[in-house]
């Protein structure tokens, strides 16, 4: 089986929606990268920075240690301190000497040298220079040894800092210790590095550029994932509207009966019912498409409202409409339906409207809507055509002949082409002298699978798909074929009658179509007989009167089949000119109707006589009905008391005439 309509649906919806929300997330993506990758990148540069200042720094406050001594050494740590003060960035520093004991710290501690960092290079700075500081704290100089001016920028530097006024953010602080080798001491300096929101300005501009792209994007495509949302929902509802009522269309009823079949059958009995107006097309044909489908649309409306919570309706084609309704018993069923007829007549209330209901029970467990409505569908097709309101309710013989006519359809085509058909012949045996007086070809299907199939299983489906027409073509083709052999074969030959189906009664060159397949074979027409039925009088009237004329003209005798069976009018026989009159086996068969029937056929019998018709009992079984018969000076007989039907080559050994 293929996908599922409705997963189709699904997969049209997902296939829309997908590559926008996908798009988004790829660009969030890409963006929020380069966003993680330039904050990096820009911090580390920073933090470099701000370690390579602090260290340039504790490596300048580490030089005034350089001459420390007793002599000295106040005088020094009053410089450091006064350092202190005023470097924003120097918290605290502290001098140990080699041997790590304490020499001085500016606030009593010793951190221990696995927590500071060292500083083993003096960056711009080399060992004769000299950090002068002034005396209003304002400048910092850098000098060498001879008292020089070293590195302007550095003034610049320390002014700046200095002047440490600004109210940046801080964004982070680094506490270091970093230590420096003066002479034999080393001197730790604690540094408090702090990261300004400035510092990572390019990091935030960044940011915020990135930032405002996402943005832009996540609207743009926000906007184009609402959109298209709101047009798979149009889409959707379109997908799901039928175009002639407004209403659900076929694929929401399926939906919607899956899920109610789901939820509601443990608790509720469902039926699946196929409704529809009997002469759809009649009224189409008087009144005009328009009227019709104006007549579905108000039929849907009333329909509507005939249909309760957790019940679905919707119209399928033409006139018909699915139902699922909820049940208790068949009785409450029917009585439902009949109520549906009547507002559905109220539609049209001067003219009274019949229809059709296919009806299938639902069983528990059973969720394919489509073949519960198939099966629904199949039971109203087995109403027939008729002007009634009719409900038919759905049984398993109906599914194996709708099988069944599956079969015979995929096989016919090439069932003829290996000649599967096969033509039996049944004797028809004259009365007067008990000798062989003609025979009635009839078809055999010897299937490859199935075996010997019987004519009734196979002819009616021809019937309705057309293939008849094929078929008794074949079959006169074969008649034709014989006769010419026998009559090669110096044979005496007796008429075969064919039968020929009502279908072919609208092609108005029948005549002549039967006189090609004849003729290919040079038998004089005489010894082919056409058997039509009375029922093709019903249809084209006209051509079959031509026909008939046409073919008796050329040579071929034509009999009325099945004389009495159905509804049989006198009628016909008074417009109908044809030599050969078969009467049914039906006024052979019944005790009750025995005598009635007799003295019809004895009637019958003398009625043809005096219109110059030969007479033909068919099904004739028994030796009383033989001699019946025989007294009523019938022509010929046929039927099971002389012989069933047999293949060709049989019948040409027993009745080597
Ligand atoms: P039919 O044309 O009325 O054929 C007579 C049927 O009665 C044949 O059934 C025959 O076997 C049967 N029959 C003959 N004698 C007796 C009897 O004594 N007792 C009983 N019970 N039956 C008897 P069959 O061959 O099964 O054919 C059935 C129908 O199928 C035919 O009825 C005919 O309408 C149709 N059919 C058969 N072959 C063809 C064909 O080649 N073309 C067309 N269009 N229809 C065919
Ligand atoms: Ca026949
Ligand atoms: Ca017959």
Not at 595 to 607: A, F, M, P, Q, T
Request: net charge negative; hydrophobic share 45%.
């Amino acid at each position: 089986m293929g996908v599922s309509k409705e997963q189709r649906i699904k997969e049209l919806k997902k296939k829309r929606i997908w590559p926008s929300v996908l798009g988004l997330f790829l660009i969030i993506l890409i963006f929020s990268a380069i966003m993680i990758v330039a904050v990096t990148v820009s911090a580390l540069d920073v933090v470099d920075r701000k370690l390579t200042d602090s260290s340039n720094m504790s490596v300048k406050i580490a030089k005034l240690f350089e001459a420390y001594g007793s002599e000295n050494g106040k005088e020094i740590e009053k410089t450091v301190l006064s350092h202190i003060n005023i470097l924003d960035e120097i918290e605290a520093v502290s001098v140990i000497d080699e041997d790590e004991n304490p020499v001085w710290s500016s606030n009593g501690e010793y951190p221990s040298l696995e927590d500071a960092a060292k500083v083993d290079y003096l960056p711009g700075i080399t060992k004769n220079m000299e950090v002068i500081v002034a005396e209003d704290k304002a400048q910092v100089f850098i000098v060498d040894e001879r008292g020089l001016n070293v590195d302007d920028s550095a003034v610049v530097n320390f002014k700046s800092l200095f002047n440490n006024e600004s109210d940046d953010v801080t964004i982070a602080l680094l506490k270091l210790w970093l230590v420096v080798p003066v002479n034999d001491m080393k001197v730790m300096v604690l540094n408090n590095t702090s990261i300004y929101v400035q510092d990572i300005q390019m990091a935030l501009v960044c940011i915020i550029g990135c930032g405002l792209t996402i943005g832009v994007f996540v609207i743009y495509y926000l906007i184009s994932i609402i959109s298209m949302a709101l047009s798979v929902r149009k889409t959707t509802k379109i997908i799901y509207t039928d175009m002639l009522t407004g209403g659900d269309n076929w694929l929401a009823f399926i939906k919607k009966g899956r899920k109610l079949l789901k939820k509601g059958i443990v608790q509720q009995k469902y039926a699946m019912l196929h409704l529809e107006m009997r002469k759809y097309r009649s009224f189409c044909t008087c009144f005009g498409v328009n009227r019709g489908q104006e007549l579905i649309e108000a039929f849907y409306a009333v329909l509507k409202k005939e249909i309760k919570n957790k019940e679905v309706m919707a119209h399928q084609e033409n006139s018909a409409f699915g139902l699922l309704l909820a049940y208790t018993d068949t009785a409450q069923l029917e009585a439902r339906i009949h109520q549906i007829e009547s507002a559905l007549n109220t539609v049209l209330p001067a003219m009274k409207m019949y229809f059709g209901v296919g009806v299938y029970l639902v069983q528990p467990g059973e969720r394919d809507i489509e073949q519960l409505y198939n099966n629904a569908m199949i039971a109203c097709e087995m109403l027939g055509e008729e002007s009634e309101n009719k409900i038919a309710y759905f049984d398993v013989e109906m599914n194996n002949q709708k099988i069944w006519e599956r079969k015979v359809e995929d096989d016919m085509e090439r069932a003829l082409v290996n000649k599967e058909f096969q033509v039996y012949l049944q004797p028809k045996i004259s009365t007067s002298e008990e000798v062989l007086g003609g025979a009635e070809a009839l078809v055999r299907w010897i299937h490859p699978t199935e075996g010997f199939i019987p004519p009734n299983r196979f002819i009616p489906i021809f019937e309705k798909n057309g293939f008849i027409l094929k078929l008794d073509d074949y079959m006169l083709e074969e008649i034709a074929k014989v006769q010419a052999e026998w009559l090669a074969e110096g044979r005496k030959l007796v008429p075969i009658s064919v039968n020929v189906s009502r279908a072919h009664f609208t092609r108005e060159d029948l005549a002549e179509h039967i006189c090609t397949i004849v003729d290919k074979y040079e038998v004089p027409h005489s010894v082919i007989e056409l058997e039509l039925t009375e029922s093709a009088f019903f249809d084209d009237k006209k051509v079959l009167l031509n026909t008939v004329q046409k073919l008796r003209a050329a040579g071929f005798q034509v009999s009325m089949d099945d004389f009495g069976a159905g509804y049989s009018s006198l009628n016909s026989l008074k417009e109908l000119q044809i030599d050969v009159l078969k009467i049914d086996a039906d006024f052979f068969r019944g005790a009750d109707v025995e005598e009635r029937g007799l003295l019809i056929v004895s009637e019958v019998i003398d009625l043809a006589k005096k219109l110059d018709m030969k007479i033909v009992a068919e099904g004739i079984e028994s030796k009383e009905q033989v001699e019946f018969l025989t007294e009523q000076e019938c022509d010929l007989i046929q039927g099971y008391f002389y012989s069933k039907p047999m293949p060709v080559a049989e019948f040409a050994q027993k009745y080597n005439t």
